[in-house]
């Protein structure tokens, strides 16, 4: 769920077809796969939002 909205974030600040453009930066793809791993994994810390700002 955390992914998917931050994917729709980006396509709304993109123009044309952000999605192609986004998902088509291997970099991206390969730090979002990572990602997902990790949080699945549970090698994820997760901190409040008051203790990041």
């Avoid at 998917?4 to 077809?17: A, C, P, V, W, Y």
């Avoid at 192609?20 to 990572?34: M, N, P």
């Amino acid at each position: 769920e955390i992914i998917t909205q931050f994917i729709l974030n980006l396509k709304r600040s993109k123009e044309g077809d952000p999605t192609e453009i986004i998902l088509a930066d291997t970099d991206f793809r390969d730090s979002i796969l990572e990602t997902i791993s990790r949080i699945r994994s549970g090698k994820i810390k997760w901190h409040k939002y008051e203790e990041i700002f």
